[in-house]
């Protein structure tokens, strides 16, 4: 029908005012067509894009693998999970990863197949795909998102490791009291000056990087607020009295991002409710 009507519109008008024809011929066609194709294919729907999986190690109580299962899910990017538990340390996992680091992710663009750092996954990630809703490609506002991350790995999440982890029952790290054969009197006492050395940081993200928006990102929450709030899932372990303000933080964030965060985040609590009914018992 739309080739039928474009022919008839153009022979008769094609030699007296050939741009007339030509603007009857594209009316006619564009009106014609809608009808011809909803009449040919009613039933064909556009499908939709299938999303990209990615293959991820992870261990399940770990909040380092709950930023990268959460921002996964909330991107939409389909996570093939692997549970690492016990095997990072294999001679198979060590050939592929020498740092024997979850969260890991496998992707055969990448120069050695694999990636590990959870904030390095998730920049790569947001990239790969334009997720710039998590990760903002301009400058300035994507130098606010580094620099958040950066000084919750290099800053935050040691002291919140310190504080948390002979509670969770995570190997410290050497050099530190709580690694070393110190008496538990002065393990307790590092742990105690961790927990306190935290509200600082904790406030620097709330007053500078939050800046009173409800997320580092602004109104939607990047990939530096997933960091965030996962970090501080830990922090129930040792009872921690968070403000007001990051209670209130991590509620919309989990609000939010809906499943996609509640789900990983279940892992985490599920293993805090764990170690610490042991701790009672
Ligand atoms: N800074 C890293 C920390 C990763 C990390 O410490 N992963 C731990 C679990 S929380 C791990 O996989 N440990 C296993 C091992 O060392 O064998 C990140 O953010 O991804």
Redo the contacts with the bound molecule.
């Keep these: 029908m739309a080739k039928t009507a474009t022919k008839s519109a153009k022979k008769p008008a094609a030699k007296a005012a050939p741009k007339a024809a030509a603007k009857t011929a594209a009316k006619v066609t564009a009106k014609a067509a809608p009808k011809v194709t909803a009449k040919a294919a009613p039933k064909a729907k556009a499908k939709p894009a299938k999303k990209p999986s990615i293959k991820l190690s992870m261990?399940r109580p770990?909040v380092?693998?709950m930023?990268v299962r959460v921002f996964a899910r909330a991107a939409g990017l389909d996570p093939a999970e692997t549970d690492?538990w016990g095997h990072?340390?294999s001679p198979e996992f060590l050939a592929r990863n020498p740092a024997?680091?979850?969260?890991m992710i496998e992707d055969k663009a990448l120069p050695r197949g694999v990636l590990?750092?959870?904030?390095a996954i998730m920049q790569y990630l947001a990239n790969k795909h334009g997720l710039e809703k998590f990760y903002p490609k301009a400058p300035a506002k994507r130098a606010m998102i580094d620099s958040a991350m950066f000084y919750l790995?290099g800053t935050l999440y040691p002291y919140v490791a310190r504080a948390t982890y002979p509670a969770l029952g995570f190997p410290q790290y050497a050099g530190e009291v709580g690694h070393s054969d110190a008496h538990p009197d002065k393990k307790s006492e590092a742990q105690k000056a961790a927990m306190a050395a935290i509200a600082e940081p904790l406030e620097v993200f709330h007053s500078f990087f939050r800046n009173g928006k409800p997320f580092i990102g602004g109104n939607n929450p990047s990939i530096a607020d997933i960091r965030l709030g996962a970090t501080l899932e830990f922090l129930a372990v040792v009872d921690y009295a968070l403000p007001k303000w990051a209670k209130e933080y991590m509620a919309a964030l989990e609000k939010k991002l809906g499943k996609a965060y509640a789900e990983p985040a279940g892992d985490v609590r599920g293993y805090i409710a764990h170690v610490k009914s042991q701790a009672k018992a």
């Design positions: 261990l770990s380092n693998n930023t690492a990072t340390r024997h680091l979850t969260p590990w750092e959870s904030c790995i």
